[in-house]
């Protein structure tokens, strides 16, 4: 279903957005079909695990799969909160179970993985490194998410600073593609504190993105607005979300 006689090479750039960013998933899904090829991925939080399991080689297919016959509550362990409500180490042996891959640059393409160090308050785009404390670091939002140690780094969400990282790809060859999952729509209710939490964090980061998303060649953002940030049991209808909208916006692009 190529669109295009020659394979057009992609830099993508997928934001955070914890549930919502199974749309990123969907997106993949629909620039294969066009005949694009993403070379590399630059991600944070929830792009950076949709990211990592790509570049490791999974297909949409797959991933969309693995997400609906995971139980993520599993994943989280509650501890007693000094630096964050649940620990991530279950997470983790889920991660290295699937993706079985102990470093970024041992990947079957290029990812690069925004994280904030609270330590410096620098923000970091990784592309070499140990694969699972980065990624892991790149997910755990301040207040719900226990910090995760690496080196001399302590690591939190990097979508806290930046939350759309094009910085690596400004200038690399290829089409500069932005994803952005967060619309700020309005909510009828807020369900509970981890909902309270996401919310606030995503909207406080709104104002990192605006100007990045500028320096996109072209920005993909799902119509997401009646989706909460945890409506991790909607995956398919996000998943498709994500897929319809890339199809709509790289139609029009000319090359």
């Known amino acids: 279903m190529g669109f295009f006689k020659h394979s057009v090479k992609v830099n993508l750039v997928l934001s955070g957005g914890?549930?919502?960013?199974?749309?990123?998933?969907?997106?993949?899904?629909?620039?294969?079909?066009?005949?694009?090829e993403v070379q590399a991925i630059s991600g944070v939080s929830a792009g950076a695990l949709v990211g990592a399991f790509f570049c490791a080689?999974?297909?949409?297919?797959e991933m969309l799969r693995l997400v609906k016959n995971t139980d993520w509550?599993?994943?989280?362990?509650?501890?007693?909160?000094?630096y964050g409500f649940f620990s991530l180490s279950r997470a983790e042996k889920f991660l290295r179970k699937y993706l079985q891959v102990e470093r970024i640059e041992d990947l079957k393409k290029e990812l690069y993985i925004g994280v904030l160090d609270i330590k410096s308050g620098k923000s970091f785009h990784f592309n070499s490194g140990e694969l699972y404390p980065i990624l892991l670091g790149s997910?755990?939002?301040?207040?719900?998410?226990?910090?995760?140690?690496?080196?001399?780094y302590v690591f939190v969400d990097g979508g806290v600073t930046n939350n759309l990282p094009v910085e690596p790809f400004l200038k690399k060859e290829g089409l500069l593609v932005g994803v952005d999952v967060n619309p700020t729509n309005s909510v009828?209710?807020?369900?509970?504190?981890i909902h309270i939490i996401a919310r606030s964090f995503l909207l406080a980061?709104?104002?990192?993105?605006?100007?990045?998303?500028?320096l996109c060649q072209v920005l993909i953002e799902p119509d997401l607005q009646n989706y909460s940030v945890i409506d991790i049991w909607k995956a398919h209808e996000i998943y498709i979300l994500g897929y319809k909208k890339a199809l709509e916006v790289m139609r029009k692009i000319q090359l």
């Open 18 to 36: 914890a549930a919502r960013g199974i749309a990123h998933i969907g997106i993949l899904k629909a620039l294969e079909e066009m005949g694009f």
């Open 57 to 61: 080689g999974y297909s949409p297919e």
């Open 73 to 82: 509550i599993k994943l989280i362990r509650p501890k007693v909160p000094k």
């Open 139 to 152: 997910c755990a939002l301040p207040g719900i998410f226990e910090p995760i140690k690496y080196n001399d």
């Open 188 to 193: 009828e209710k807020v369900r509970n504190v």
């Open 205 to 214: 980061v709104r104002s990192n993105v605006e100007k990045r998303r500028e």
